[in-house]
């Protein structure tokens, strides 16, 4: 079945949809009844630490089910174009162990990654993922229909660098609460992340933001 499909079938036999962002709603907006109600996250900002500006290295997160659509290559070439621009940066993927992974710490033992980039493993709760990093990436190949975890990452007070593509721009400011670049612009992203690195103070404001 196809994502038309799947959508004839839900238009046909709904009265109304209730979407969780815009992006969602104007998918099933055949009849003009949909409405949204966002996702929700039940994270306490009060309990993560938020990151100290000025303290030296930049944690630059991805946070997902490591698998290639969620943009793990993308984040390997932003890793390895700062190796020399931010050397500050250091690239953190969080998330389980799997075959894409290992066979990612295989090319970085034969010098074709950054040794930069830390595997840091899977966490229990998104709250603990989070306390890994300052700042969150989010660069998956599909249009997120809400982006969970980029609200999860900006209720606990970190900026968001994200493709623009889906329902990301409904939650990130563009250059307040992080940057939204071109759909797959890895060099728009490694931009962005060296923004960031070269003024950590701008991570606590857009955090705060």
């Known amino acids: 079945e196809t994502s038309a499909d799947g959508v004839a079938r839900v238009t046909e036999s709904a009265d109304w949809v209730v979407a969780n962002s815009q992006a969602t709603a104007r998918s099933f907006s055949k009849s003009g009844h949909a409405f949204v109600i966002p996702n929700t996250t039940d994270i306490d900002p009060d309990a993560i630490e938020l ?3 000025g303290s030296g290295v930049v944690r ?6 490591n698998i290639p659509k969620k943009g793990l290559q993308d984040f390997v070439e932003v890793a390895n174009l700062l190796a020399s621009r931010s050397p500050n940066a250091r690239f953190v993927l ?3 162990d799997n075959e894409h992974t290992a066979k990612l710490k295989r090319d970085q033992e034969e010098g074709a990654i950054s040794p930069r980039l830390v595997f840091a ?6 709250a603990e993922a989070i306390r890994e990093i300052d700042v969150l990436v989010n660069l998956s190949h599909f249009q997120e229909s809400f982006g969970r975890t980029v609200l999860e990452a900006m209720v606990a007070g970190r900026p968001v660098v994200a493709y623009d593509w889906g329902a990301l721009n409904e939650l990130v400011v563009d250059g307040v609460t992080g940057y939204m670049v071109p759909f797959r612009d ?3 992203v490694a931009d962005a992340i060296e923004l960031l690195c070269k003024d950590p103070e701008s991570i606590t404001r ?3 933001a």
Do not use: N, Q, T
């Not at 630059?60 to 089910?65: F, R, T, Y």
């Not at 493993?121 to 998104?126: A, C, Q, W």
């Open 206 to 208: 857009m955090g705060a």
């Open 51 to 53: 990151p100290a500006p």
């Open 60 to 65: 630059i997160g991805l946070i997902s089910s």
């Open 186 to 188: 890895i060099a728009a």
């Open 121 to 126: 493993g899977y966490r229990d709760s998104p």
């Open 94 to 96: 969080v998330g389980p």
